[in-house]
């Protein structure tokens, strides 16, 4: 009757050890087979890549550095700094101004952004952002020209413009005037140097960063300002996502001052007051 517990208590422990052994050999073979039947950790999303289409031959909206092998400008850092708002990659294409609009409405591009002024026509193909700089249409010469000093003089010259821009537009109004379109505006600041042409009809930013640039002081501005105008980022007609967060960034970099730091670098002064509203 003594040996009868312990032979039972001997039982119920080679019992329990087993259970325990069982159990233990169960939950070690779930945590061992969990990694291999569940899915693999998800790497980190990547950001959406927005194509950003530009001309970049208007310095200093948008142009090449020739050194570091890639494109500079104020138009370059806009859209990044907005990409950065908003959460997207931005990858700079360069396309022939003239080809912009076409390369939105057939998906090539996301956005343009090139000093494209808003203007109705340009309304009726795509959407624009709200404006982001106040420009105006300027004229340069050579250095010894002195006969262009108002809009009236322009009259009976031969003017330079960039095809499909709001130059080309305000050129054909002027009486008189023979206008000479040009693929580049670099093509038609050489003509001009060469004399083919009276002067060239484009943005007054651009006109004056091209005349500081140019070494030989063979141009100069004239003092004719023929236009005011808003300047906006182009998305595809009814692209209203992307359009939004565009108008976001935007409105988030004025409010946080990278609008204000990004216009000081590229031209050197504070912002216009409406501008930043």
Do not use: H
């Not at 360069?94 to 000093?115: E, K, M, Y």
Request: charged fraction near 30%.
């Amino acid at each position: 009757m003594e040996k009868q517990p312990k032979s039972l208590l001997k039982l119920f422990a080679l019992l329990l050890f087993f259970l325990l052994g069982v159990g233990s050999a169960l939950g070690l073979s779930g945590c061992g087979s969990s990694p291999a039947a569940s899915k693999p950790a998800a790497s980190p999303a990547q950001k959406k890549v927005i194509r950003a289409g530009m001309d970049a031959a208007y310095p200093p909206f948008g142009f090449q550095d020739m050194e570091k092998k890639e494109y500079v400008g104020f138009d370059v850092d806009i859209i990044k700094a907005i990409g950065k708002e908003e959460g997207f990659e931005v990858e700079v294409r360069n396309v022939n101004f003239d080809g912009l609009i076409p390369a939105l409405q057939s998906g090539d591009l996301d956005v343009a952004i090139n000093d494209i002024t808003i203007t109705e026509d340009r309304k009726k193909s795509v959407d624009f952002s709200k404006r982001y700089y106040i420009a105006g249409l300027g004229v340069v010469v050579k250095s010894d020209n002195d006969s262009i000093q108002k809009k009236e003089d322009l009259s009976g010259k031969t003017l330079g413009v960039t095809i499909g821009s709001t130059g080309e537009e305000a050129a054909r109004k002027i009486e008189g005037a023979n206008v000479r379109v040009y693929s580049t505006l670099s093509d038609a600041f050489l003509d001009l140097k060469q004399g083919a042409v009276d002067c060239v009809v484009n943005d007054i930013p651009t006109n004056e960063y091209y005349v500081a640039k140019t070494s030989d002081k063979s141009v100069k501005t004239a003092p004719v300002a023929l236009t005011t105008e808003d300047l906006g980022i182009a998305v595809k007609k009814g692209n209203k996502d992307l359009l939004e967060k565009i108008d976001d960034g935007l409105a988030r970099m004025k409010k946080n001052g990278e609008f204000v730091k990004i216009y000081k670098k590229w031209f050197g002064k504070e912002p216009p007051a409406e501008v930043l509203k």
